[in-house]
C-alpha cells in the first residue's frame, strides 16, 4: 500500500504466469490469490446489497 506508482510498475510476471513480485517492495503475489480475493470481495459485496454482513472464506465455498 506505501508502494510508489513507480514502484508498482517494476513488476516482474514469472514465467508461468502464475505469480507477480516487486523487487524494490520484496512482495510477491499469485494470480490465483488475487482472483480468490476478487471473488471473496465480490460476494461479500453482493450478500451486502441485500442486508446479509459476512465474512465469506472461499475456500469453504
Known amino acids: 500500500m506505501a508502494a510508489t506508482p513507480e514502484q508498482r510498475r517494476a513488476v516482474r510476471i514469472s514465467a508461468s504466469g502464475a505469480s507477480l513480485h516487486w523487487d524494490q517492495i520484496d ?5 490465483d ?3 480468490q480475493d476478487a471473488e ?4 461479500e459485496e453482493r450478500l451486502k446489497t441485500v442486508g446479509i454482513s459476512v465474512k465469506v472464506d472461499i475456500d469453504r465455498l
Request: proline share 0%; net charge neutral; aromatic share 0%.
Open 33 to 35: 490469490g488475487l482472483v
Open 40 to 43: 471473496r470481495r465480490h460476494l
Open 27 to 31: 512482495e510477491d503475489l499469485s494470480v
